[in-house]
């Protein structure tokens, strides 16, 4: 099985930064593909991924200690609690070994997952960590994809406090700052706008803090035929913090000085390092959110075309 050897790289450079101190923080990045596979987090030629090199640069400035892993099957009690948070980046039912055959998740990870959050530790999903787990495999299905399922939806999904649907052509998109006191927002200003993938995404726990407020009505496309609706937000999970952002799927977003601060304020919040009021605003900063776009029908795949006959 293919490993990319970055731990021990991250660890050095983590240590570097602070020879008479250790690392603030571990941190743990997995990004099992058991759907797509964005490039953003693809390892190729042995080389870290685009995330991968902007955690890297984060860690040696805030001395973090990054773990970079697509093996699902390491997902124990044990294996976590050297974590003090958990950064999903993945695709599609992660107890399969899907796309990407990395070893898969068994259901007993998943649920030690739950509890290592629950018991007082972070979690940070980004951008495709909302098309994981998906309600009754809806991610292959027609119109059951668009509908809300609330309590009965994917315990993950629950858990996470939104689930996607799809997505449009990129397009530049302005999102609305809720709350710009929440770490990593200090700077954002009322609003920004990026040219990104931007998500589509439905089944919003009701207790869930809206950081952020995409302007759907102004953007193109039928999935964004619908009210404004979250796509930055945080929430308590038991003792522990759950945040997730939309963003992350273009190279450029990850060079974004907007993004970074973002990361490094969910960082330091689901970590512990401060503190941030997250009340459930959701019927105030989005109150149409469960509102989803119409169910559009995809055309059939074209058949293909045969090859021209070579003139006699």
């Known amino acids: 099985m293919f490993k990319l050897q970055i731990p021990i790289l991250a660890i ?3 240590a570097a930064s602070s020879a008479q101190a250790a690392p603030a923080h571990k941190i743990l990045f997995f990004t099992k593909s058991s759907g797509f596979e964005h490039d953003v987090i693809s390892w ?4 870290p991924s685009v995330a991968e090199r902007t955690f890297l640069d984060l860690g040696g400035k805030h001395e973090w200690t990054f773990e970079f892993s697509k093996d699902g099957s390491k997902f124990t009690p044990d294996y976590l609690k050297a974590f003090d948070t958990v950064i999903f980046y993945t695709t599609g039912d992660l107890t399969t070994p899907g796309t990407d055959k990395q070893p898969p998740m068994s259901p007993a990870g998943k649920q030690a997952l739950f509890d290592y959050v629950k ?5 940070i999903g980004l951008h495709s960590a909302s098309d994981t787990f998906h ?3 809806e991610s292959k299905k027609g119109p059951d994809r668009y509908a809300n399922h609330g309590k009965d939806a994917d315990p993950y999904v629950c858990f996470l406090g939104g689930e996607f649907i799809l997505h ?4 530049v998109a302005t999102n609305k700052v809720i709350n710009p006191k929440f770490p990593g927002f200090e700077t954002s200003g009322d609003s920004f706008a990026f040219n990104e993938e931007w998500y589509s995404l439905k089944d919003f726990r009701d207790d869930i803090h809206v950081l952020t407020v995409i302007d759907s009505p102004a953007m193109k496309g039928a999935p964004y035929q619908r009210p404004a609706y979250p796509t930055t ?3 308590l999970e038991g003792k522990g913090r759950v945040f997730y952002t939309a963003m992350g799927h273009r190279d450029d977003i990850w060079t974004n000085p907007t993004f970074q601060n973002i990361l490094v304020g969910a960082i330091r919040w689901t970590s512990g390092d401060v503190k941030a009021a997250t009340p459930p605003n959701l019927k105030e900063a989005a109150p149409q959110a469960l509102t989803n776009p119409p169910y559009v ?3 059939p795949p074209k058949p293909p075309v045969a090859p021209a006959k070579p003139e006699k």
Do not use: D, H, I
């Open 12 to 14: 050095l450079l983590g």
């Open 44 to 47: 190729k030629k042995g080389q």
């Open 119 to 123: 018991s007082g530790k972070g979690f």
């Open 135 to 137: 309600t009754a495999n």
């Open 168 to 171: 449009g052509a990129q397009q």
């Open 233 to 235: 937000w945080a929430r």
């Open 297 to 299: 029908p995809q055309p």
